[in-house]
Each structure stands twice: as structure tokens, then as C-alpha cells.
């Protein structure tokens, strides 16, 4: 009989999920600035942005100071008991890095420019990355590998691969995929709501075709993230076709198909399982 090891639930989904707060702030704060018009900039609003940009540098150094206990944490535990550290710590270090937008939003409803939330926003998902980076060997946690079968007559247990014939795919990548696909949201808002509508209005081909050209990206990218960590037959094929639509989604995905290109396409076959 064949069992499996248990592991825990893939947090994959979940860290990304939590991606769309900052994009939500921004979307919220571009909606009601076209509705309440121009407005005059009060005169704290100097001594607010120091606060923000204080708030901003202090979850750096505690992301920093935690991401070193949380490891030191993990690493006297055990496996399975460092892992749901690892997990933990993954959600509260999201949390943390989404305070200099919540801030910049309070100022914002309190007659702050828009343009704060942006860049606040933008912050915070330039942490939320790194600390998916920094967290990606206990995204794929709940992803078995392998599964066991147990010895019989003396004979050591036998590693039988979860699927054969199938490339293993490199977590790394997935996790810049899904970073990608959130920039194609912010490019669907900026066309959408940032732009000046006599800009709109002049180019509307234009408008369009960047219009469905971010779409793509954002759902290909998704889609793709998706059948890699579903460990999907079809994620190597899916991933060779939208890296080469990010060659042109200068530059960050320009950036990724280099990285798949020399990098993440060489490991994937190296470690494609035999049948």
C-alpha cells in the first residue's frame, strides 16, 4: 500500500491573494479623487508625509529584524513545526509592509494628493515581493514530491516520483509570474482611470490594444502560475508560451524572459522525471 506524506495546504494562493489590498487602496483612492475634484493641499501635509516615509523605513528594519528571528525561530523546531513558522511569518510580514499605504490612505481622506497612495502602494508591493522571494521555499510546502512505498523483506522504502514524464517546475519562477501578473493589473488601472481622457480620447486604438494586451498578461501569467503549482502536464507548454509574450512587456517582463530563457528552462528539463 502507497501512502503519502503529509504535508501542509499550499500558501501560495493565499500570499498572492493578499497582493490585491495595495491594488484595492490604489483603486479606491483613484475613484473617489475623480469624484471629490481638485482640492487644496493642507499645510500638514509636509509633516504627514515624513510620517509616512518613517512608517515606510521602520517596516523595512522590522521586516528585516523578523525575518531573521522568524529563521532562527524555525530552524531549533522541527520540520513540520518550522514550516507552519515559515507560513506564519510569511502573512504577518504582508500585513506589516501594507502599514505606509494604510497610512498614505488615511492622508488621502483627509485631503492628502492621490499621488501618495500610488507611491505608497507601489512600496508595498516591492515588499510583498521581496518577502515572497524571501519566503519561496515554504510557498511549495504543501506540495508532496514524492510518495512513499514501504519496505518489504528487508528491502529499504522505495521514492516513487508523484507524476512521470513531467518537468518539476522551478518555484522561483512561478512566484515572478504571479508578481507579473500584478503589474498587469496596475497597467489595467493606469489606462483605465489614471489617464488624462483627452489622451484616451485621441489614441482609441491605442487605448484599446493596451487595454487587451494588460489583460492578457494578467491572465496568462495567472493561468500559468496556476498549472505550475497544480503541477499541471500542460504548465511546461503554457510557461513557454506566455514567457515569450513577457519579451514584450518591457521591462520587467522582458527581465523574466531572460530569466527563463538562461536559467529557469535549463533546471526544468534537467529535472524532468522519467517514466
Known sequence: MIGKKKTLKNPLILALAFLVAPISY????????QERGPIDVPGWIG?????????????IVFLCIFDRRTREKAASKTKNEGIDLEVKS????????????????INFLLGAPVVDVYACSAFSLLAFGIWLWRRRAVLSAGIP????????EGQPAQMIPLKTGQAVPIHSYTVVLSLLGVFGVLGIIYEIFLMSDSLRISKPPTFLITISFYVI???GCWIVAFLRLRRSPYALYAT???????????PFGTAAFVYWRWRVRKRENQTKLND
Open 217 to 219: 498578461i494578467t491572465l
Open 240 to 250: 513557454r508560451t506566455i514567457s515569450i509574450v513577457l519579451l514584450f512587456f518591457f
Open 90 to 105: 510569511l502573512f504577518w510580514g504582508q500585513g506589516v509592509s501594507l502599514s505606509p499605504t494604510i497610512a498614505a490612505f
Open 145 to 152: 514530491k514524492v510518495v512513499y512505498k514501504p519496505s518489504l
Open 26 to 33: 490604489s483603486f479606491i483612492a483613484a475613484t473617489i479623487n
Open 47 to 59: 509633516f504627514a508625509r515624513i510620517i509616512t516615509v518613517a512608517i515606510s523605513i521602520a517596516t
